[in-house]
Nanobody, 115 residues
Framework: QVQLVESGGGLVQAGGSLRLSCAASGSISRINANGWYRQAPGKQRELVTTITSGGSTVYADSVKGRFTISRDNAKNTVYLQMNSLKPEDTAVYYC?????????WGKGTLVTVSS
């Protein structure tokens, strides 16, 4: 089992920045990838970015060049640096952790970008 707790969400003006954190606990050694997803009001949940244990990353086209995923293995924490935020980035952001057996989800953190 893996437990994930997100933090760092909040209200920010368009053009601003936020850094989300995702602290993992439990069977950390079994994690082979992490990701961030988001769900805007009235919309389906969508992939934002992923990072493998080897450091390979993938980004949604809508966030390329603005968002950066990173991980601190010593702290068992994954980060999402979000710059040049837009109102359309408003959503609940969820952290995920993949093992060979399952995908684990955090409870989410709300990001609101005002225009």
């Amino acid at each position: 089992q893996v437990q994930l707790v997100e933090s760092g969400g909040g209200l920010v003006q368009a053009g601003g920045s936020l850094r989300l954190s995702c602290a993992a606990s439990g069977s950390i050694s079994r994690i082979n990838a992490n990701g961030w997803y988001r769900q805007a009001p009235g919309k389906q949940r969508e992939l934002v970015t992923t990072i493998t244990s080897g450091g390979s990353t993938v980004y949604a086209d809508s966030v390329k060049g603005r968002f950066t995923i990173s991980r601190d293995n010593a702290k068992n924490t994954v980060y999402l640096q979000m710059n040049s935020l837009k109102p359309e980035d408003t959503a609940v952001y969820y952290c995920t952790a993949n093992t060979w057996a399952a995908v684990y989800w955090g409870k989410g953190t709300l990001v609101t970008v005002s225009s």
